[in-house]
């Protein structure tokens, strides 16, 4: 039976991974049982397991956060994949990793390709993109944007919780990406793994829009009126955010869609999953 290691694995992706392999002989580690910025305990424990997978969903998203500590930044989302890389290679592992759009500074006029220049402009995508580079050629390298699920905190959950607050839902207008639900990734990564895909590849769920437009969807799967959502400029934040995020991420996944392999779904049908899910959790 394939052995596989999922790092990160109590994060909003990482859950969703531990269910996609759960057929699979899964060890899933969160940060308690192995934090992957410490070499010795990643060689140890890669070494004891002979995984033939190891997918690394740990990683340190707090994109503000990291303005204020690069140096964290840095072990957490770049140093962390060399020792992976380096006990993955020693027992002939796959590796598969994921990375963000942040990897790019938004000022493209079209969708971005795996092999378009990068050019971070905030220390979590900086820390994100020396990851990248830590990389064997082997390994998968899955690009994803502006997730979202039924697990940890997200934007879904902050409209939920909002609209039943009857409070103002005001999104920015002037920052478009795509919008992917964490379970039709993990589900993608199933698949591109299973095939040992190599290399980068771009996985959301293809829809661009702005984080406006979204919450109107969120809204609308809520059953709230999408109309009482305000759209608002990046400039008029209160407080500003310290990161700086690319105002046109969109991913494109034409490279995705042209492998034999799972993709992510209808992002209507996404949203609706994700809000009944929040919703049956809340009223438990
Ligand atoms: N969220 C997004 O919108 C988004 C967009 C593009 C790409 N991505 C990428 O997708 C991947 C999964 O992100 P996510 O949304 O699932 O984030 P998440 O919910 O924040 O999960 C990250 C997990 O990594 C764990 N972690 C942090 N430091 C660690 C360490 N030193 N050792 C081991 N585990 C550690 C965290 O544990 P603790 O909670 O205990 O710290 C958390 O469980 C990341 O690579 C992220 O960069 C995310």
Not at 235 to 251: E, F, I, K, T
Request: negative net charge; contains cysteine.
């Amino acid at each position: 039976m394939t052995r596989v290691l999922i790092t990160g694995a109590t994060g909003q992706v990482g859950r969703e991974l531990v269910e996609v392999f759960a057929d699979l002989e899964v060890t899933a580690l969160d940060r308690a049982h192995l934090d992957v910025t410490h070499r010795d305990d990643v060689l140890d424990v890669v070494r004891r397991l002979r995984p033939h997978v190891v997918v690394n969903a740990a990683a340190w998203t707090d994109v503000d956060g990291c303005e204020s500590d690069p140096e964290r930044a840095h072990r957490v989302n770049a140093e962390s994949v060399r020792w992976l890389t380096e006990a993955t290679r020693e027992v002939g592992g796959h590796l598969c990793h994921i990375s963000t759009d942040y990897v790019f500074d938004g000022t493209a006029r079209r969708p971005y390709r795996e092999d378009d220049a990068t050019n971070p402009r905030s220390v979590y995508g900086r820390s994100k993109l020396a990851g990248e580079l830590e990389l064997d050629p082997s390994a998968t390298l899955v690009r994803t944007s502006w997730v979202f699920g039924r697990y940890g905190s997200n934007v879904v959950g902050t409209v939920l919780r909002l609209l039943d607050a009857g409070a103002p839902l005001r999104f920015v207008d002037d920052q478009v990406g795509c919008p992917t639900e964490a379970y039709d990734l993990a589900l993608t990564i199933r698949g591109l793994v299973d095939a040992r895909h190599a290399g980068p590849v771009h996985v959301t769920n293809d829809e661009p829009m702005s984080w406006f437009g979204f919450v109107q969807r969120v809204a609308a799967a809520a059953g709230g009126d999408p109309e009482q959502v305000e759209p608002i400029q990046t400039a008029d934040l209160v407080p500003p955010r310290p990161a700086p995020r690319p105002p046109y991420s969109v991913l494109d996944g034409s490279l995705l869609h042209s492998l034999d392999t799972t993709a992510p779904g209808d992002l209507d049908r996404a949203i609706e999953r994700v809000v009944a899910a929040m919703r049956s959790t809340v009223k438990r």
